[in-house]
């Protein structure tokens, strides 16, 4: 079946996604032509703007890129590409600095310096933040930087729908706009930055636009994918009946703030007195457990910061008060949620994936800066980092790749969008059981139910369903990576195998086949760590 185009664009680039790492990718394309194609307002859309978290760097006397790359390594669960680590580290501070001189306005000390917190895993204090709305600066400073440099054409409100190959490589994306034309953005390159998948989970702090759509984009056109089964579920959100879950930032466990039980007996306290800085997974499953044995988690801020909420953290401040709270004078009830997905398509370290004329970059991509676990706060420095690679390789490479067919021809028919209730009600469902079954802690049996049950639910499917087909496409392929590692690593934590097997330090890749999905292994790659760069 195909559909009618309502119009055509020619262009050198169509980037997908304006969070930091698409943004970052717009602009290291000077010269080019770029459509940057935004689901939403642009600085109002994807996961960037939702980060409250800081931005890691090593631009601290006593610090290095080094000593980051080191911390970065050790929470991976020895799956981290050495090599990508030490890019990411030691171009972060160039990329920090360059965005400071772009306008961003991080927290400074009483002297003019850099205010720099200390965050979960960090040996140093090296985490720049901008308040508690760290990702809304970075994107705001890298927007009004691409606004004024011009040549971009930004579309938003526009909604990807299908890859376009031509002889098998990517041509174009087919996209439907805001105003409802369908419209063929035909391109020599493309670039994926469209994020993570937290909304396929009931409990998230993701927007909703975090569905995987291009997992399942860059998947229906044959690329491969790696390492699904590492989600990061943020031990501390707002535990109020909220969809998504409010975000508590990391900086408050870093400014003193403490976990407690309903009674006010401290969680983990056999775990040392940094109990609180301890990794992500680590603490998330100590409070899953805690919620297990019917004990109710806080986070207690009285102390570490009181009466200075709302000048320190005015965005956790505003989200506890309107759900009644008021965290200067009461614990703040927390719960685990679905945060971050270090998986992705599979890149090299230029951001290419498997498929030609595809590029992908942030948390869409999977570079292996992350391996199994995902350091606080390095996230946002990965968009920065890789999304000006990625431009770099872009730019490189377009002189090599041939300007796509002139004729339109056939494109895929478009089915229309899930917004029925019962479109609705069978996304509730996949994500109850997502999290049950797909979330901090999996079992054999559990995922194999899970999967049981995807399957039928992706038979039932009218062909009309296509925004929840895709939604089933992408929870079907985590569980598959989570049943495929027989193991527990990282935030990757099967009950029933608890241990990390020595055997398993390998990566599980994804490549559509004639018969469904087609696994495979490799071993963690030792690409060479280039030499450090030091910021001066």
């Known amino acids: 079946m195909s559909g009618r185009v309502d119009a055509v664009r020619e262009v050198d680039v169509v980037v997908l996604g304006a969070g930091v790492a698409g943004l970052s990718v717009a602009l290291g394309l000077a010269g080019r032509r770029v459509d940057l194609l935004a689901r939403g307002p642009l600085g109002h859309t994807g996961s960037s703007p939702w980060a409250q978290g800081g931005i890691a760097g090593a631009v601290a006397e006593g610090d290095s890129p080094a000593l980051h790359a080191r911390d970065t390594l050790a929470v991976a669960g020895e799956l981290a590409d050495a090599g990508a680590v030490a890019h990411l580290t030691s171009e972060g501070p160039r990329r920090l600095v360059e965005l400071v001189s772009l306008g961003a306005r991080f927290d400074r000390d009483a002297e003019g310096r850099l205010d720099l917190a200390r965050e979960a895993a960090h040996s140093r204090a090296r985490v720049l933040h901008a308040r508690d709305a760290t990702g809304a600066e970075v994107v705001r400073a890298l927007g009004a930087a691409l606004a004024a440099r011009g040549g971009t054409s930004i579309f938003e409100g526009a909604a990807a729908l299908e890859l376009i190959m031509d002889g098998g490589r990517v041509s174009g994306v087919l996209a439907r706009h805001a105003d409802g034309a369908l419209v063929l953005h035909r391109a020599r390159a493309v670039v994926l930055a469209t994020g993570g998948i937290g909304h396929l989970f009931e409990r998230t702090t993701n927007p909703p636009e975090a569905r995987g759509d291009g997992l399942a984009l860059a998947w229906r056109a044959g690329a491969r994918l790696a390492d699904l089964e590492f989600v990061q579920f943020h031990p501390t959100a707002l535990d109020v009946g909220a969809d998504p879950m409010p975000l508590l930032t990391e900086a408050l466990r870093g400014a003193g703030a403490i976990l407690v039980d309903e009674l006010g007996r401290r969680l983990l306290a056999d775990a040392g007195a940094s109990v609180e800085l301890l990794p992500r ?5 100590a409070l ?3 919620l297990g044995s019917g004990r109710r988690p806080y986070l207690d801020a009285r102390d570490a910061v009181g009466e200075s909420f709302p000048q320190r953290f005015p965005t956790v401040f505003a989200a506890c008060r309107l759900h009644g709270l008021d965290p200067r004078h009461e614990p703040i009830p927390v719960a685990p949620a679905a945060h971050y997905h270090m998986g992705g398509i599979d890149v090299d370290l230029h951001g290419r994936t498997s498929v030609t004329g595809l590029w992908a970059a942030g948390e869409v991509a ?7 676990n995902r350091l606080a706060s390095n996230s946002l420095l990965e968009g920065l980092v890789f999304g000006a690679r990625v431009a770099r390789s872009v730019g490189e490479t377009l002189p090599h790749l041939r300007q796509p067919s002139a004729a339109v021809g056939a494109v895929p028919g478009q089915p229309g969008d899930s917004d029925d209730a019962g479109a609705q009600a069978l996304e509730s469902e996949i994500r109850a059981l997502m999290w049950q079954a797909v979330g901090l ?3 054999g049996p559990g995922l194999h139910a899970a999967l049981e049950r995807l399957a ?3 038979e039932g499917l009218p062909r009309s369903s296509g925004p929840t087909r895709t939604f089933v496409t992408v929870a079907r392929l985590v ?13 990757h934590f099967r009950a029933d195998h608890p241990l990390t097997d020595a055997a398993w330090r390998r990566r599980i890749l994804l490549t559509p086949g004639l018969r469904g999905v087609r696994i495979e292994t490799e071993p963690v790659t030792t690409t060479d760590t280039p030499a450090v760069e030091v910021c001066a």
């Open 288 to 290: 899953w457990s805690a």
């Open 479 to 491: 569980a598959t990576s989570a049943l495929a590692r027989p193991e527990s690593r990282g935030a």
């Open 281 to 285: 997974d680590v603490v998330a499953r």
């Open 366 to 372: 999977c570079t292996g800066v992350h391996g199994a």
């Open 456 to 458: 039928a639910l992706a």
């Open 441 to 443: 802690v999996r079992t």
